[in-house]
């Protein structure tokens, strides 16, 4: 008897250890959805133009994936009530959508440095570049493989001992919604 509330306590332990750590995660991406683009514009000195606003897009679309994913996984972790097999599907539906659009984003930008005058000048053809890297990566880091490393002591030990990256965590949440899980 002793054992076993010594077990639930551990549990407890480490889903609030858990639960500490990943709820900041949908609250710093949702106030990228915001903070990033104006901090584009605000470099730019408002000089952004399609070049920049396709892959800003992506971008955009990317953190509100992983916002509204992280929020999903925090309230499934808590017990609360809430459609998480449904959340899924939609981050499911998404995917090929969000893959077009940041494949698009890329081109735009490329299409920036490519063509010069299609941008309002070089502060558009970097914003587009940053914006078109970071959908990409998030488009990786959500849909394939777990980028982030820097905030969990063991995933970074994991990485500096040169076993790869893992599936991230929304890879196996979509993975198990395909197996009925």
């Known amino acids: 008897m002793a054992q076993r509330k010594f077990d639930m306590m551990a549990d407890n332990r480490t889903r609030a250890d ?7 995660y949908w609250k710093m991406e949702a106030g990228n959805v915001v903070v990033l683009p104006l901090v584009m514009l605000l470099l730019s000195g408002g000089q952004l133009g399609w070049v920049s606003l ?3 897009a992506a971008m955009v679309a990317m953190l509100v994936i992983g916002a509204l994913y992280w929020r999903g996984k925090v309230r499934q972790l808590k017990g609360e009530a809430q459609d998480w097999p449904g959340l899924l599907r939609l981050i499911a539906r998404l995917q090929v959508p969000v893959l077009v659009l940041t494949l698009l984003g890329c ?7 490519l063509m010069p005058d299609l941008a309002c000048g070089t502060a558009d053809r970097w914003s587009a570049t940053a914006s078109a890297v970071l959908a990409a990566l998030e488009y990786v880091n ?8 820097f905030d969990n002591k063991a995933d970074f030990r994991r990485m500096l001992a040169g076993k790869g990256f893992r599936q991230s965590w929304m890879a196996r949440d979509l993975a198990g919604l395909k197996r009925g899980e």
């Not at 959500?142 to 490393?149: D, F, P, S, V």
């Open 142 to 149: 959500y849909y394939h493989r777990q980028l982030q490393h």
């Open 54 to 56: 396709v892959p800003m």
């Open 18 to 24: 858990l639960l500490a750590r990943l709820e900041p």
């Open 107 to 113: 081109a735009a930008a490329a299409a920036g440095w």
